[in-house]
């Protein structure tokens, strides 16, 4: 699924949080919203699942995302909020199960529980299925939640910095198992990460926002620069190519405030 964001604008109490947003992220493909704090990464990603109102257009392949509403959205896409509360008596397996919300009956079928399993074994926590999700690690609730987004198999990923909680090794996982989706299945991932590292290995395009604008968008190549990384971060980074090819970042000094 094409995901197509053109002149998004998006005021909050009159300060503008989004100027003149647009981007591309085709099927197969993982698009990395990247930029400093405040800069816009999870108001776009609220923006295209329609929970943000916004000027300007969002289109799902050549629908617009607002004549689909909730309903169409919902079936058709995966949010993963940044900020995950789960302040409930439920397991894990029922966390996921809800996930298929929209298509379960009156009784939930060996097959829906069989698909949550499976979702959690994609995220390596089927052992804590049976488990109250609150006994669990911040880091594998984000998981929980992962495999609750991913358990309707979603043509559209979109997730707000899916590894924050995560330990090096659940990162990388994490990513290579969006990266085997979005090929296996023709999906389309659009996520917000603050690694500038994780970005540059698993992304195919990067989209760095700062004070939201689109700052500069590209391969992870044509992004990750001195100078781009210097012009939104207000950081110095050395930046060196390895030899396979993935952009290596190095952050040196924060500069000094204008």
């Given at each position: 699924?094409?995901?197509?964001?053109?002149?998004?604008?998006?005021?909050?109490?009159?300060?503008?949080?989004?100027?003149?947003?647009?981007?591309?992220?085709?099927?197969?493909?993982?698009?990395?919203?990247?930029?400093?704090?405040g800069?816009?990464?999870?108001t776009?990603?609220?923006?295209?699942?329609?929970?943000?109102?916004y000027?300007?257009?969002?289109?799902?392949?050549d629908?617009?995302?607002?004549?689909?509403?909730?309903?169409?959205?919902?079936?058709?896409?995966?949010?993963?909020?940044?900020?995950?509360h789960?302040?409930?008596?439920?397991?894990?397996?029922?966390?996921?199960?809800?996930?298929?919300?929209?298509?379960?009956?009156?009784?939930?079928?060996?097959?829906?529980?069989?698909?949550?399993?499976?979702?959690?074994?994609?995220?390596?926590?089927?052992?804590?299925?049976?488990?109250p999700?609150?006994?669990?690690?911040?880091?594998?609730?984000?998981?929980a939640?992962?495999?609750q987004?991913?358990?309707?198999?979603?043509?559209?990923?979109?997730?707000?910095?899916?590894?924050?909680a995560?330990?090096?090794?659940?990162?990388?996982?994490?990513?290579?198992?969006?990266?085997?989706?979005?090929?296996?299945?023709?999906?389309?991932?659009?996520?917000?990460?603050?690694?500038?590292?994780?970005?540059?290995?698993?992304?195919?395009?990067?989209?760095?926002?700062?004070r939201?604008?689109?700052?500069?968008?590209?391969?992870?190549?044509?992004?990750?620069?001195?100078?781009?990384?210097?012009?939104?971060?207000?950081?110095?980074?050395e930046?060196?190519?390895?030899?396979?090819?993935v952009?290596?970042?190095?952050?040196?000094?924060?500069?000094?405030?204008?």
């Amino acid at each position: 699924m094409k995901l197509t964001v053109s002149g998004v604008c998006v005021e909050f109490h009159r300060v503008p949080a989004l100027r003149d947003v647009g981007l591309e992220a085709a099927p197969r493909t993982i698009t990395a919203l990247i930029g400093p704090n405040g800069a816009g990464k999870s108001t776009l990603l609220r923006c295209a699942y329609g929970l943000v109102p916004y000027r300007g257009r969002i289109l799902l392949n050549d629908t617009d995302a607002r004549a689909l509403g909730s309903p169409g959205l919902s079936h058709l896409a995966a949010y993963l909020p940044q900020d995950l509360h789960a302040r409930s008596r439920l397991t894990v397996l029922e966390v996921v199960l809800l996930g298929k919300l929209g298509s379960l009956g009156w009784h939930v079928q060996d097959r829906d529980i069989a698909h949550a399993r499976a979702s959690l074994e994609q995220v390596g926590i089927v052992d804590a299925a049976d488990r109250p999700i609150m006994e669990l690690s911040l880091g594998q609730r984000q998981l929980a939640f992962v495999a609750q987004a991913l358990v309707r198999e979603p043509r559209l990923l979109l997730f707000d910095e899916p590894t924050s909680a995560l330990d090096l090794r659940h990162q990388l996982e994490l990513l290579a198992l969006i990266r085997r989706l979005v090929e296996e299945r023709g999906a389309t991932a659009v996520i917000a990460l603050h690694d500038l590292n994780l970005a540059s290995r698993f992304a195919d395009r990067i989209v760095l926002l700062a004070r939201g604008c689109v700052h500069a968008a590209g391969t992870p190549a044509e992004v990750l620069t001195e100078e781009t990384i210097r012009g939104a971060y207000g950081v110095d980074a050395e930046i060196r190519c390895r030899e396979d090819g993935v952009i290596a970042v190095t952050p040196l000094r924060a500069l000094p405030l204008p």
